[in-house]
């Protein structure tokens, strides 16, 4: 067993992707293409228009661009190798390949749980405690926010990685996913996988489960705050508002919860590849439009991008 595992841990890992048929995969290539660069172009548009309009400055939007910024990192993580793949007949990754991309996949994905547990909160501030705002959630306040989520994040990732690095693989080598990912990466493992479950259901809990509550939290204390705005039209834009950025979370976190928070032996492939298509193409793509291509001042921010025309901002 010991000289199987020696001489198979070298080899490289088949991704099988979404889809062996071949008559699938040019539809799959297309639509995919469509959607990575529609994620890539909303957010790029939006890290591009924070920064060259000074009326964009505030706290609010500070977060927003490092979250666009993580989303189109995030997804430039899988696709492209799922792109190359369904069009390729060799569809191998080798296994420092395969534990860099999970690396980084693990790292960006807690970076954006924890960006949008902090968006929540900068928006509860903003509601329930405006004469508070300015100072809670100060230039260094929203630095220090985004500092500790890339801290906590590659942390977790590398903890996660160092314990994958150990693992002896002596079955088959093709993956059933279009990505290097835990769970069907632990069902290929010949050694014991029990220490990586028990770590995916504590301390993953705590990046994934607690940032998820904490926007359930915010959220909540805004509905509040929300039913008792005296304007009948204000209550029902603000409702939109939140409803809306509750959908995407809701569907980021629960099929994120769906995919890992289940034991290894319970893990199907064909499920596990629509809730991993959500997390990691959908909801990147739909952050943008939700948080802000419908905000009217990112609107103007955009429009001056595109026409060179600067915004200024108006004096308090």
């Known amino acids: 067993m010991d000289e ?17 048929s071949p008559g699938q995969l040019r539809p799959l290539f297309a639509l995919f293409l469509v959607l990575y660069i529609a994620g890539v172009m909303g957010n790029g548009l939006i890290v591009a228009a924070i ?20 989303d189109l990192c995030f997804t430039s993580v899988t696709v492209p190798k799922m792109l190359a793949n369904l069009l390729a ?12 991309q999970m690396y980084f996949f ?54 996660h990685i160092l314990l994958m690095a150990h693992l002896s693989f002596c079955a088959s080598r093709s993956v059933p996913h279009f990505f290097c990912d835990h769970q069907p990466l632990l069902r290929l493992a010949c050694s014991d996988t029990r220490h990586i ?16 509550l904490l926007i359930l939290a915010s959220y909540g204390a805004i509905a509040v705050a929300v039913l ?17 950025h509750l959908a995407v979370v809701g569907l980021f976190y629960g099929t994120i919860i769906a995919v890992y928070f289940q034991p ?44 060179g025309r600067r915004i200024s901002v108006e004096p308090t």
């Open 264 to 307: 290894t032996a319970r893990y199907e492939a064909e499920r596990g590849h629509v809730a991993t298509v959500m997390y990691t193409v959908v909801t990147p793509m739909l952050n943008p439009v939700i948080y802000s291509l419908r905000n009217r001042d990112v609107q103007g921010a955009l429009r001056s991008l595109f026409t």
């Open 4 to 20: 199987t595992n020696r001489s198979s841990d070298g080899a490289p890992f088949i991704l099988l992707g979404l889809s062996t």
């Open 197 to 212: 479950q028990l770590l995916i259901f504590t301390e993953g809990a705590a990046v994934v489960v607690t940032p998820f």
């Open 89 to 100: 007949h060799d569809r191998s990754i080798s296994r420092a390949g395969c534990l860099t």
């Open 106 to 159: 693990f790292a960006l994905g807690v970076t954006d749980s924890y960006l949008l547990a902090a968006m929540a909160y900068d928006r509860y501030m903003a509601i329930r405690h405006p004469l508070y705002y300015v100072v809670r959630m100060s230039r260094a306040v929203c630095t220090g926010l985004v500092a500790a989520a890339w801290i906590v994040s590659h942390t977790h990732s590398l903890l």
């Open 51 to 70: 920064r060259a309009s000074p009326a964009l400055h505030s706290p609010m939007y500070f977060l927003l661009a490092h979250l666009s910024f993580t």
């Open 228 to 244: 008792r705005l005296p304007s009948a039209s204000g209550r029902i834009r603000a409702v939109s508002t939140c409803s809306s």
